[in-house]
Structure formats: C-alpha cells, structure tokens
C-alpha cells in the first residue's frame, strides 16, 4: 500500500481461482511492471484451500521483480480470516457489509485485532443498509452513506474501506458509478478507499477516481472471461479437443495478458 501511495499508482487486485489463474496474474504483473494483489474470495476458497492458495503464489513469484500481494477477497468469517493469514496472506478482507452497521463494525474489529498482531492489513467494506423489504434490489443503487464513515473506520480501525458508490459485481448489470459521492467519502474517509467490480467500469472512471484516494480497484470477470473464453473457443472449432495442458497454458498467455493491459491503462 505505502509503495503504490509513495509512486501514485493504483493496485489492481485480481481474482484467482486456480493455478492456471494465480500463475497468470503473476506474470501479467511482472510483464507490466507494476504492482498488485492475486487475491481469492472465500466462495472460490472451495476450490482448494489458503494453504495451496499461498503454495501456488509463492512459486508463480520465486522470479517476480514487482511488489505483488496475496489478499483474502470477501472473507465470509473470522475462521476464514485465521486460516488465510495463519497460510500466509498478506492483506485480508473481512466482508460484514450485509449485518447492521454495529454488528459490522465488531466483526470487524475482530479480523483486525487479530490481523493487525500478524501486521496484516485489513479491508472492510460499508455498503447500503438494506432492509428485509429491500433483498431484491440493483447493486448499483446501494450507496456507502458518507455520514457513517469516519465513525466506522474510527471504531473498526480497518487498514482500507470498500464503498458502495454504483459499482457491481459482475458483468450483468451496468454500474452507475458516482464520482462526486467517491469524493465526499475520500474528504472524510481516515484510509484509502477501494472499488469493487472494476470489470464492468470504463477505464476513464476508474482513472478519475484515482484523485479520489482511491487505492485498490477489483477485477474478477474481465480475467476469468479471458480463461473461459480460450476453452470455449477451442470447444468450438473442434468438439473432440482434448488437450487440457495445451489449452492452460494458452489460458494463462492470455489470462495474463488481460492483466497486464488491466494494471497498465488504470494506472495511465
């Protein structure tokens, strides 16, 4: 965090969930230049574990020249946060943004009093407040309220804040990104702030957001359509294709290919 601040750049954080995928991002990076996170949310942590999430980036980083991190991405539970840091990550995530704003705030403050002993840093994320009558709702229509952030990362003493400002998860549904709300929050907001779903965001967005104090933007859909898209095309052109080691290793060219130009125009 504190190189990408000193250097005015901007950390992509890019969703693994394999080793095709984490050998890419690595080398994605590498071939820009520029720093980042390989993360994994605890959904796709039923794929493997921390302990082979950890295993899979030390060995795609035994040659990396930049500073690249291993960062929990919607850490579901405190059971998830121990186990990850206890593997090895470096930057955590505790996601609590679906309970009422005290009940957040204490989850919080439990990943971070135990995160913070291990000298990891730790995102939380202040989205909208929904009610019952409000389950079925546009994600880009939930908005962090600028009024209940400093009380929160005063009381939580999280290390980066995720906010609600129009962006989602996904390629579905299109964000409705509001940058006058980011700067509200960056002039209250104590930690740097990140955004989710930077798939679905025009590049001239998150590039003005960047005055906003905005830290760490998420990719998932962008690199995993990339992955998915060469075994599909393969499929196409020939239904009896069977080469599952010819076709990763074609899926991570391009998968990193896809992060390097990512990493690259954020940061323009």
């Known amino acids: 965090m504190k190189y990408a601040e ?11 969930t394999n080793m095709e995928m984490t050998y890419a991002i690595a080398k994605g990076l590498n071939m820009a230049g520029l720093p980042g996170y390989i993360q994994i949310s605890s959904n796709n942590l039923r794929l493997s574990n921390p302990e082979v999430i950890t295993y899979l980036t030390k ?3 035994k040659d990396s020249d930049v500073p690249i991190g291993l960062h929990l991405d919607h850490g579901k539970s405190y059971e998830d946060v121990k186990a990850c840091v206890n593997a090895g990550f470096t930057s955590i995530m505790i996601d609590a943004s679906h309970l009422p704003f005290e009940e957040n705030i204490k989850e919080v403050q439990r990943a971070v009093q135990y995160c913070h002993f291990y000298g990891v840093p730790v995102e939380a994320e202040l989205g909208a407040l929904q009610g019952k009558e409000e389950d079925i709702v546009n994600e880009a229509d939930c908005k962090t309220d600028p009024d209940m952030v400093l009380d929160f990362v005063q009381q939580t003493g999280c290390d980066l804040l995720a906010v609600s400002i129009g962006n989602v998860h996904g390629l ?3 964000p409705k990104v509001d940058l006058p709300l980011l700067k509200t929050i960056s002039e209250v907001s104590p930690v740097p702030l990140v955004m989710h779903g930077g798939s679905g965001i025009p590049f001239d967005i998150i590039q003005k957001a960047r005055q906003y104090h905005l830290l760490k933007v998420n990719y998932g859909s962008d690199l995993r359509k990339e992955f998915v898209s060469t075994f599909g095309r393969a499929y196409e052109a020939n239904h ?4 599952v080691i010819e076709l990763s290793m074609e899926a991570v060219e391009n998968v990193s290919k896809k992060a390097a130009e990512l990493v690259t125009i954020i940061n323009a």
Request: overall charge negative; glycine content about 0%.
């Open 59 to 61: 060995d795609a980083l």
């Open 240 to 243: 009896n294709t069977a080469s």
């Open 172 to 174: 579905d549904i299109e």
């Open 6 to 16: 000193d250097r005015k750049l901007m950390l992509p954080a890019f969703n693994t």
